[in-house]
T-cell receptor
């Protein structure tokens, strides 16, 4: 079956530091890959996505590249802010692109805390 | 973006009672709704998928007679935890998907069974 593994947290950084949260996956076929963010007291929000190999998803300064050869989708940001403090979830859905966003499989989530 | 609400945001109930959780898509029609369960410091686990007007499809290991799901309209799905026990205490999250396919998540409902 499909699975997603994220790096263990929590991650604590100072403002303007570089962020990497590792994510690797196991899936058959060509899944779509996602990063979701959950701010305190709120629901999950889609941060970025990539639907095929070598695609780069980006949003709000965050980036992740779909690497099929290493089955990875690591999240990066060059300079984090206090407002980036949240829980980040890597996820996959079967099917390449289009509307196949059903049946998401999530990683365990990584808590990020950014200090001023 | 699209908004999904859940009600209640938290609920405490006695063991043996039933609890209903509502999930609403406020500004779009949700052809499909998903129900997830999240344990502390763990990932979201998909419980079931429901399409409007049809029976829900449950994931392996999820008791359909215990977790009743109804998706009677394009904007509302309900999850009823029947005869709740302390081990059912968890964070329940719904998501809704329209024709475009992207999922939008509700803020979750914290259930505590005493």
């Amino acid at each position: 079956g499909n699975s997603v593994t994220q790096m263990e947290g929590p991650v604590t950084l100072s403002e303007e530091a570089f962020l990497t949260i590792n994510c690797t996956y196991t899936a058959t076929g060509y899944p779509s890959l996602f990063w979701y963010v959950q701010y305190p007291g709120e629901g999950l929000q889609l941060l970025l996505k990539a639907t095929k190999a070598d695609d780069k998803g980006s949003n709000k300064g965050f980036e992740a590249t779909y690497r099929k050869e290493t089955t990875s989708f690591h999240l990066e940001k060059g300079s984090v802010q206090v407002s980036d403090s949240a829980v980040y979830f890597c996820a996959l859905a079967p099917g390449a692109g289009g509307t196949s966003y059903g049946k998401l499989t999530f990683g365990q989530g990584t808590i990020l805390t950014v200090h001023p | 973006g699209a908004v999904v609400s859940q009600h209640p945001s938290w609920v405490i109930c006695k063991s043996g009672t039933s609890v209903k959780i509502e999930c609403r898509s406020l500004d779009f029609q949700a052809t499909t709704m998903f129900w997830y369960r999240q344990f502390p410091k763990q990932s979201l686990m998909l419980m079931a998928t429901s399409n409007e007007g049809s029976k829900a499809t449950y994931e392996q290991g999820v008791e359909k007679d215990k977790f009743l799901i109804n998706h009677a309209s394009l904007t509302l799905s309900t999850l009823t935890v029947t005869s709740a026990h302390p081990e059912d205490s968890s964070f329940y999250i719904c998501s809704a998907s329209g024709l475009a396919g992207s999922q939008f998540f509700g803020p979750g409902t914290r259930l505590t069974v005493l």
